[in-house]
Nanobody, 127 residues
Framework: QVQLVESGGGLVQAGGSLRLSCAAS????????MGWFRQAPGKEQEFVAA????????YYADSVKGRFTISRDNAKNTVYLQMNSLKPEDTAVYSC????????????????????WGQGTQVTVSP
């Protein structure tokens, strides 16, 4: 069982930066692939980024590639999402997710690829 708690959301102007954190409970955090998703008002939840348990395999949605960076610190049971050059269209509730199955990026870009989810943190980017 893994419990996930996101933090770091807030209000920022376009062009600014935020770093989201996702703290995980449990002793086997390092065994889990981690992902970030977001859901804007009135829209479907969408994949943002994923990282393997070792941190050696990383994948981004095209919409954030080059602006967002996912990373993890297994010693701190934490995964991060550094978001730079933010745009108003990045406004959404951002949620982290975890899964212990073998890394499969096709699966991990979908909501069904994760067994555990956090509650989410709001990110608002003003024009």
């Amino acid at each position: 069982q893994v419990q996930l708690v996101e933090s770091g959301g807030g209000l920022v102007q376009a062009g600014g930066s935020l770093r989201l954190s996702c703290a995980a409970s449990g002793r086997t955090f390092s065994a889990y692939a981690m992902g970030w998703f977001r859901q804007a008002p009135g829209k479907e939840q969408e994949f943002v980024a994923a990282i393997s348990w070792s941190g050696t395999r990383i994948y981004y949605a095209d919409s954030v590639k080059g602006r967002f960076t996912i990373s993890r610190d297994n010693a701190k049971n934490t995964v991060y999402l550094q978001m730079n050059s933010l745009k108003p269209e990045d406004t959404a509730v951002y949620s982290c997710a975890a899964d212990a199955r073998p890394f499969n990026i096709v699966v991990l870009t979908t909501k069904g690829g994760y067994a555990y989810w956090g509650q989410g943190t709001q990110v608002t980017v003003s024009p």
